[in-house]
Nanobody
Framework: VQLQASGGGLVQAGGSLRLSCAAS????????MGWFRQAPGKAREFVAA????????YDRDSVKGRFTISRDNAKNTVYLQMNSLKPEDTAVYYC?????????????WGQGTQVTVSS
């Protein structure tokens, strides 16, 4: 499966962005999907995940109540709605896919989209 992330940009603290990840290739509905992020000088971290059915989701503690992951299998797309953004959310965001469970590690990766939150 090939993944293409988009929707990043520059936003002020408190603002919102919606990231999208479009998938092509093998059947999207077979894959559990995740979002990761990597800030400069820091390790990549697991942000959110959603099961292939959309019935189960995971959010890391630092984004709970602010970020929402969702998917539209008819559009082969997974989303990350990010509200109440903070400067510490600044990072390159990556979408990823895997077939067995939604726990890392993931097998397929998109190219990343930059999110910058100004204070």
């Amino acid at each position: 499966v090939q993944l293409q992330a988009s929707g990043g940009g520059l936003v002020q603290a408190g603002g919102s962005l919606r990231l999208s990840c479009a998938a092509s290739g093998r059947s999207f509905s077979n894959y559990n999907m995740g979002w990761f992020r990597q800030a400069p000088g820091k390790a990549r971290e697991f942000v959110a995940a959603i099961s292939w059915t959309g019935g189960s989701t995971y959010d890391r503690d630092s984004v709970k109540g602010r970020f929402t992951i969702s998917r539209d299998n008819a559009k082969n797309t997974v989303y990350l709605q990010m509200n109440s953004l903070k400067p510490e959310d600044t990072a390159v965001y990556y979408c990823a896919a895997k077939e067995s469970s939604w726990y890392p590690p993931y097998d397929y990766w998109g190219q990343g989209t930059q999110v910058t939150v100004s204070s």
